[in-house]
């Protein structure tokens, strides 16, 4: 009874962390038409969010590991707050993702999206196209111009199959989802 009673406060713990963190990125939808002044007090709100749900996080995996028995939506806000850290910290619990991708407690499309991600946040190409990369362009206090682009990718001629290895659909399928996303197209240099 006390390991139920343990995973029981993991999920409800592990499930409010997860919920923070989505609803702090609410915004995100809405960006192309947001203020550059908009952009930063969200982004600020995120940051502090971020930092919270990292402390709850790592303090249960230092602790005990991957809890076994988790809800969904607890293994999955495990995953939010390791994509949504620091480099360190991505670093730290990739392994660990994998590990759980290949049991099939996260989606190998959450591994993908973590790996993509700390190549992008190393400034190196990722591996499956799961990055896109926003550049703005603010003259005073008007912002000029916004763009979006795939981030740099390792092996361009074989990125479909390494998508559908990890379950993810073909790239040109997911720029146009991105791009109805943000409203304006999405370049693959």
Not at 45 to 69: Q, Y
Not at 105 to 114: C, G, P, Q, R
Not at 161 to 177: K, N
Request: proline content about 3%; some cysteine.
């Amino acid at each position: 009874m006390l390991i139920l009673y343990g995973c029981s406060e993991y999920n409800r713990t592990l499930e409010k962390v997860g919920e923070a963190d989505q609803s702090v990125r609410q915004w995100v939808l809405s960006m192309s038409s947001l203020s550059p002044e908009e952009i930063a007090t969200y982004s600020i709100k995120m940051v502090e969010t971020d930092s919270l749900n990292r402390v709850a996080v790592a303090n249960i995996l230092d602790k005990d590991g991957w809890p076994k028995g988790l809800s969904d939506k607890a293994n999955k806000a495990i995953w939010f707050v390791i994509v949504h850290s620091d480099i360190d910290f991505q670093e730290k619990y990739l392994p660990l993702i994998e590990s759980k991708a290949n049991e099939g407690i996260v989606d190998k499309t959450e591994y993908a999206t973590l790996y993509d991600k700390m190549m992008k946040n190393k400034g190196l190409p990722q591996r499956y196209g799961t990055q896109v990369n926003m550049d703005i362009l603010i003259v005073g206090d008007v912002e000029e111009s916004k763009t979006f682009s795939l981030w740099p990718v390792e092996d361009m001629e074989h990125l479909d199959s390494l998508r559908a290895s990890v379950g993810l659909q073909p790239i040109d399928e997911y720029l146009e989802i991105v791009r109805e996303s943000v409203g304006q197209s999405i370049t693959k240099d």
